[in-house]
């Protein structure tokens, strides 16, 4: 049962990241082609360098056809219903905190599934949920979202933490753990955008 709603949480959110990559190629009037690349790296770049990192190979992403259909699909909407999904408030912040979310979560339980240790797999579930968004914002030529936006990479940390250290301290069902880690992680990252919550941003003095 874990496993089936893990796979069902890592699907939703190769879903809302393939959403996210597709609306940032339309917006820089990439072709369809560019548009489904852009919306697979987004989905599936931060599972796959998780997987390598832990053994899981080939990874999931690559093996597994409902990936790449699931992100060809949301690549798809996208690109002939871009007018529809820009009606929602921010779409792109808004489906990239879920996909942040959901990956972080399933990142973090895959890695602990693996054998790695809690800090191991806090940061391996970090990485799951910002690396889409940096290979995305590396394709089209901008500075990764995670080294210049409030509280990225930290959400994820706190969502993966949330499941990581729950695994350690209670011994119950998966999915409140999850979903938990993956609400909190949610609302950190759009706190952050609404609010302004932020690191310290490095200014170089004036020449």
């Known amino acids: 049962m874990s496993t089936t709603f893990l796979v069902a949480l890592d699907l939703m959110g190769t879903f809302v990241f393939a959403i996210s990559g597709a609306t940032v190629g339309v917006r820089h009037r990439l072709d369809l082609f560019g548009v489904l690349v852009l919306s697979f790296a987004a989905a599936t770049c931060g599972g796959i360098v998780r997987d390598a990192l832990i053994g899981a190979t080939p990874p999931a992403s690559l093996e597994d056809w409902r990936y790449l259909l699931i992100s060809s699909l949301a690549g798809l909407l996208v690109f002939y219903r871009h007018a529809s999904v820009e009606r929602l408030r921010n779409p792109v912040q808004m489906f990239d905190a879920a996909g942040l979310g959901l990956f972080a979560v399933t990142g973090a339980s895959k890695a602990l599934a693996f054998g790695a240790g809690p800090l191991t797999a806090i940061l391996l579930g970090m990485l799951s949920g910002i690396g889409g968004g940096i290979a995305r914002d590396v394709l089209v030529a901008q500075i990764p979202a995670v080294l210049t936006r409030e509280l990225y990479a930290i959400a994820a940390l706190a969502g993966a933490a949330v499941l990581v250290l729950g695994r350690m301290l209670f011994d119950g069902p998966l999915a409140p753990?999850?979903?938990?880690?993956?609400?909190?992680?949610?609302?950190l990252r759009l706190a952050a955008i609404r609010l302004g919550w932020g690191l310290?941003?490095?200014?170089?003095?004036?020449?």
């Not at 310290?200 to 020449?207: F, G, K, N, W």
């Open 177 to 187: 753990l999850a979903a938990g880690g993956a609400l909190l992680c949610f609302s």
């Open 200 to 207: 310290p941003i490095a200014r170089p003095p004036e020449d």
